[in-house]
């Protein structure tokens, strides 16, 4: 875990103008800066950043948020991926709370090392004739093979020792270039083998995989886990593809690197592939970020099925309302490279439109092989649905998907529910609302305002003020936030907080409203009126209730302190 503190000493010092200028060109506009959105295709900007207030807010689709937020949407970075990011381009040092995992640190000389390995490889493609032929038999031009740096290991044991002067180096161990045998004997992991760079979204090598050229086995060799590497965090072709993800907003993940590769060659570019293990959580969470529509395509083999299926699993706890999933199953005799080379790009985008959304794919798979018609059937139905629809947590997408396993089951929306001990949003017992006549909706909003944009006010809130609402309901969870920091935090900070949580889009519409504010706008001047309106209101409240009490039972069933009270409400 990384420290709140060091997050808010890290949003302290960067300027979100800095930041998003490195991926997005801004124009100045008043006191703010626009751009088109990188987030959604515009002709007109409506992508605005606030330096004085360091957020940056889209009036077309609504993306908003802090420095850290950016890079996480912009790379399809994790939280503490866009920290280091920010960190390192700043000159800090992430400090990393203990936790059951050890923070992994990373020598800025091991990407040299796969950077000087690239070249070599690069250059051995371009007097290698045979492996020259094997990529133009594949289809390959040499754009392609430069867009994504295919290179070619050749065969030998200690070919990088050509490039490195010091082939005992550790580094080579450190970033599974090198293997270390019995007696001290060193030889390159890879040989004979068309390589293609594992780079992320920062544009650095952090691995390989070595394709053989015609038979051998293994088929594919990939690059161990390292300090730079772990392929359960990465996707092949990512970093090649995301300018092209963010303009169409779907992405096609497929199993291979020549998958990927072909595809680009025939204008499929936005295509990405696993490293040789299942689809993970962090990939499915890194996807919904970058896209609206990811789609799966594997092999029609009992293999691509079962890696389907795993893709399926892991998406449910992750699904988006209004973020789609499908798959795409091609015939068993085609994996997408020989699909697309045989039926061109046209046929491959068609299936593609028509591949089968999640829903359809879950409610397919649990009722295969089921006599629906049965008590049996209908149980067993039941049985696979179970852990599946427990997972989900999307409002929507669970809510419509338990009706359409209610009903292949024959039975009701609400005894499936009560049969899973799943609690239903639609069903779930409504609390009643605190009435507020003194202290409207707006009111609530300028709160909301003044507090983040000047957090140490929230010292002078009155302790018993509860209201109803959203707003109202977001301002009691900041001075909570607040008290806990001791009214220390700075407004990137607090935004940063609510980022994930249920009040992070109201917070986002408030400060998105501030961008309204004049230069001249005086908060405290502002948060001292309301302050004013609140306590009158909490006071006509407190004289509300005493009055009622008087009316039930007379002067003698108030307490004196409350006779005290009451008589000094009068006065005023």
Same mark, same amino acid.
């Given at each position: ?208 995989? !070595? ?64 490293? !040789? ?99 049996? !059937? ?139 504010? !004049? ?54």
């Amino acid at each position: 875990m990384i420290p709140s503190s060091f997050i808010q000493d890290l949003l302290n010092r960067i300027d979100i103008v800095d930041v998003v200028e490195r991926h997005v060109p801004l124009k100045k506009a008043g006191a703010n800066y626009v751009a088109c959105c990188p987030f959604h295709n515009e002709k007109s900007p409506s992508f605005t950043v606030s330096q004085s207030k360091q957020f940056y807010h889209c009036f077309g689709c609504g993306v908003h948020g802090t420095a850290i937020s950016f890079v996480m949407e912009h790379l399809g970075l994790g939280f503490v991926e866009a920290v280091e990011d920010l960190a390192q381009s700043v000159g800090m040092d992430v400090p990393h709370e203990r936790s059951g995992q050890p923070a992994r640190s990373v020598a800025p000389d091991l990407y040299e090392v796969t950077q000087v390995a690239t070249r070599y490889y690069r250059d051995q493609l371009k007097i290698s004739v045979r492996a020259i032929d094997y990529l133009k038999q594949r289809g390959l031009s040499g754009e392609i093979a430069a867009k994504f740096a295919i290179g070619y290991a050749p065969d030998g044991w200690q070919n990088l020792a050509a490039a490195f002067s010091d082939y005992q180096s550790l580094a080579l161990d450190e970033t599974g270039l090198v293997i270390s045998g019995d007696n001290d004997k060193r030889y390159d992991r890879f040989r004979d083998r068309i390589m293609f760079p594992i780079i992320n979204v920062r544009n650095q090598v952090i691995g390989f995989g !070595g394709r053989v050229l015609n038979k051998g086995e293994p088929k594919y060799l990939n690059s161990p886990e390292t300090p730079l590497f772990e392929k359960g965090r990465e996707l092949y072709g990512l970093f090649q593809a995301q300018k092209s993800i963010r303009a169409t907003q779907r992405v096609l993940v497929v199993e291979g690197y020549m998958d990927v590769v072909a595809l680009a060659q025939h204008g499929v570019d936005y295509a990405v592939a696993t490293l !040789g293990t299942a689809t993970t959580p962090y990939h499915i969470q890194k996807l919904l970020r970058l896209a609206g529509l990811v789609v799966f395509c594997f092999d029609g083999d009992k293999a691509g099925q079962k890696a389907a299926w795993r893709a399926l699993e892991n998406a449910l706890p992750h699904l988006q309302d209004g973020k789609l999933i499908s798959f795409l199953f091609l015939p068993t005799e085609h994996d997408p490279d020989s699909f697309i080379r045989e039926f061109g790009r046209q046929e491959f985008e068609r299936r593609l439109t028509d591949a089968m959304p999640l829903s359809a794919y879950l409610l397919r798979e649990i009722s295969a092989d089921l006599d629906l018609k049965s008590q049996e !059937g209908r149980n067993q139905l039941l049985h696979r649905a179970r852990p599946l629809l427990s997972s989900m947590v999307s409002p929507v997408a669970s809510l419509l998907l338990r009706k359409e396993v209610a009903a292949l089951a024959g039975i009701s929306q609400p005894e499936l529910e009560a049969l899973f001990e799943i609690k239903s949003i639609a069903h779930a017992p409504r609390v009643p609302l605190k009435k507020s006549v003194r202290t409207p909706f707006p009111v609530q909003r300028l709160l909301l305002q003044c507090l983040i944009a000047q957090p140490e006010l929230a010292k002078q809130m009155p302790v018993e003020w509860h209201e109803a609402g959203a707003d109202a309901e977001a301002v009691e969870a900041v001075l909570q936030v607040l008290k806990d920091a001791g009214y220390s935090m700075s407004t990137p900070a607090l935004m940063q907080t609510f980022e994930g949580t249920i009040h992070a889009r109201t917070l986002a519409q408030a400060e998105a409203d501030m961008l309204g504010w !004049g230069e001249d706008f005086d908060v405290e001047a502002e948060f001292s009126g309301l302050l004013d309106r609140l306590n009158d209101g909490l006071r006509r409240q407190r004289f509300q209730a005493l009055q009622g009490k008087l009316a039930q039972g007379g002067l003698s069933c108030l307490t004196g302190e409350e006779r005290e009270q009451y008589l000094r409400l009068l006065q005023r």
